[in-house]
């Protein structure tokens, strides 16, 4: 497609460490045989490194342990280690390390669980990392891998009708109300918006855009805070609705320095929150389509970003946990570079300043194209889309 690339993450071998000794700085509450692992082990030179153990699902009090993390590297070593079986963290900790170069951190997920094997290898791995930011996973086995991306093509189809109506959360935003004028200009579906219409003005752009898909009928307007799911099972009791685009969601900058617990967990709300509160008032057996909008902001860093990344990060964790539970939808987590015509980056002015820095904003028009053959053909699982000839994408490894 002309002017934006869309990429699939891939795993690329890593050659294994070999292990060093360490003096560790447990935090968290994480696998219990990687707790006991590190705090067993013979201390080595040196100010103890810190070392956040997280589970496969991340929980409230994770944003504390990284936090509490990343306090404790830049008052030492500057050295930080975070290994989970699957909650995630690292979008935050990879923004931490930009805007920080006294910083040094790396995430290690353990895809097979905390095994011996994976253990020995986790712990050889974060006891030799001392430069930038690296992610790694690490099989049941002990065999390390790395992300690569490749770039695909997402072939046209011809756009199909679902029965039922499509729901759009964060509909009456400048990307949800182009969604569903898309959807159903294109596909005929019948789309129900939803929004907290209490949030603040409609812009007058929003408003056009409203306006044009009124007049073409079929249209409903809900509302509902997503993060509330009294309020959304409410609004969606009776409807029958058989996709869903999830485009809620807010962005605010702000170093990861200065974050706090809860305006980590204030940002994940609608992303994460609001999903799971979807999810939860629709007959999830007669979902056929999952579109979740995340962003590039949570594979690469942006410094001044982190906590909008770590929300993002969690929103396509959150996709695929769910896809697991909907073998009859098609469930696809997009992590878009921001838009140009439409959307809060480009609300808010940054596409200019975003240019200045390689990166090319991904043009309204071939971004919902883009969609358009997602939603048609949703076999894709996570993707990337950014604009064509982007210096800051794909991350050097």
Request: aromatic residues 4%; proline residues 6%; positive net charge.
């Given at each position: 497609?002309?002017?934006?690339?869309?990429?699939?993450?891939?795993?690329?071998?890593?050659?294994?460490?070999?292990?060093?000794?360490?003096?560790?700085?447990?935090?968290?509450?994480?696998?219990?045989?990687?707790?006991?692992?590190?705090?067993?082990?013979?201390?080595?030179?040196?100010?103890?490194?810190?070392?956040?153990?997280?589970?496969?699902?991340?929980?409230?009090?994770?944003?504390?342990?990284?936090?509490?993390?990343?306090?404790?590297?830049?008052?030492?070593?500057?050295?930080?280690?975070?290994?989970?079986?699957?909650?995630?963290?690292?979008?935050?900790?990879?923004?931490?390390?930009?805007?920080?170069?006294?910083?040094?951190?790396?995430?290690?997920?353990?895809?097979?669980?905390?095994?011996?094997?994976?253990?020995?290898?986790?712990?050889?791995?974060?006891?030799?990392?001392?430069?930038?930011?690296?992610?790694?996973?690490?099989?049941?086995?002990?065999?390390?891998?790395?992300?690569?991306?490749?770039?695909?093509?997402?072939?046209?189809?011809?756009?199909?009708?679902?029965?039922?109506?499509?729901?759009?959360?964060?509909?009456?935003?400048?990307?949800?109300?182009?969604?569903?004028?898309?959807?159903?200009?294109?596909?005929?579906?019948?789309?129900?918006?939803?929004?907290?219409?209490?949030?603040?003005?409609?812009?007058?752009?929003?408003?056009?855009?409203?306006?044009?898909?009124?007049?073409?009928?079929?249209?409903?307007?809900?509302?509902?805070?997503?993060?509330?799911?009294?309020?959304?099972?409410?609004?969606?009791?009776?409807?029958?609705?058989?996709?869903?685009?999830?485009?809620?969601?807010?962005?605010?900058?702000?170093?990861?320095?200065?974050?706090?617990?809860?305006?980590?967990?204030?940002?994940?709300?609608?992303?994460?929150?609001?999903?799971?509160?979807?999810?939860?008032?629709?007959?999830?057996?007669?979902?056929?389509?999952?579109?979740?909008?995340?962003?590039?902001?949570?594979?690469?860093?942006?410094?001044?970003?982190?906590?909008?990344?770590?929300?993002?990060?969690?929103?396509?964790?959150?996709?695929?946990?769910?896809?697991?539970?909907?073998?009859?939808?098609?469930?696809?987590?997009?992590?878009?570079?921001?838009?140009?015509?439409?959307?809060?980056?480009?609300?808010?002015?940054?596409?200019?300043?975003?240019?200045?820095?390689?990166?090319?904003?991904?043009?309204?028009?071939?971004?919902?194209?883009?969609?358009l053959r997602l939603f048609t053909d949703p076999r894709h699982g996570s993707?990337?889309?950014?604009?064509?000839?982007?210096?800051?994408?794909?991350?050097?490894?």
């Open positions: 497609m002309n002017r934006i690339a869309v990429w699939r993450a891939h795993r690329v071998p890593v050659a294994p460490e070999r292990s060093v000794a360490r003096q560790w700085f447990v935090i968290g509450t994480g696998p219990a045989p990687l707790r006991a692992v590190l705090d067993a082990s013979t201390p080595g030179p040196g100010p103890a490194i810190p070392v956040v153990v997280l589970g496969d699902g991340f929980r409230p009090d994770d944003n504390e342990f990284l936090l509490r993390g990343l306090a404790v590297a830049r008052a030492g070593s500057g050295r930080l280690a975070l290994v989970h079986t699957g909650s995630g963290g690292g979008s935050l900790l990879n923004c931490a390390v930009a805007e920080d170069d006294r910083l040094s951190a790396i995430e290690i997920e353990l895809t097979g669980g905390a095994t011996p094997p994976a253990v020995e290898a986790a712990i050889a791995f974060a006891g030799r990392h001392a430069d930038g930011f690296r992610h790694v996973e690490i099989d049941g086995a002990g065999n390390a891998w790395r992300t690569g991306w490749s770039d695909v093509d997402v072939p046209g189809a011809d756009p199909a009708r679902l029965a039922g109506e499509v729901l759009i959360t964060g509909g009456l935003g400048g990307l949800g109300v182009r969604v569903a004028g898309m959807l159903r200009a294109r596909t005929g579906i019948r789309p129900v918006l939803l929004d907290d219409l209490g949030r603040g003005e409609i812009s007058g752009d929003v408003r056009a855009a409203l306006a044009r898909l009124k007049s073409s009928g079929g249209t409903t307007i809900l509302d509902a805070d997503v993060t509330d799911g009294a309020q959304v099972r409410a609004a969606l009791a009776g409807r029958q609705v058989t996709g869903i685009v999830h485009c809620a969601g807010d962005v605010r900058g702000g170093f990861v320095a200065n974050a706090t617990a809860s305006r980590l967990a204030a940002l994940q709300a609608p992303k994460v929150t609001g999903l799971r509160n979807v999810l939860a008032a629709v007959d999830r057996g007669a979902l056929r389509r999952l579109i979740t909008f995340g962003s590039i902001t949570a594979r690469a860093p942006h410094p001044n970003m982190g906590a909008y990344a770590l929300a993002n990060e969690l929103l396509r964790r959150g996709t695929t946990a769910a896809a697991g539970g909907l073998p009859d939808c098609g469930c696809t987590a997009v992590e878009w570079s921001l838009f140009s015509g439409a959307g809060q980056a480009h609300r808010m002015g940054a596409v200019r300043q975003a240019r200045s820095m390689g990166m090319p904003p991904v043009p309204l028009r071939a971004g919902m194209e883009v969609l993707l990337a889309v950014t604009g064509l000839g982007d210096r800051t994408f794909p991350p050097v490894p």
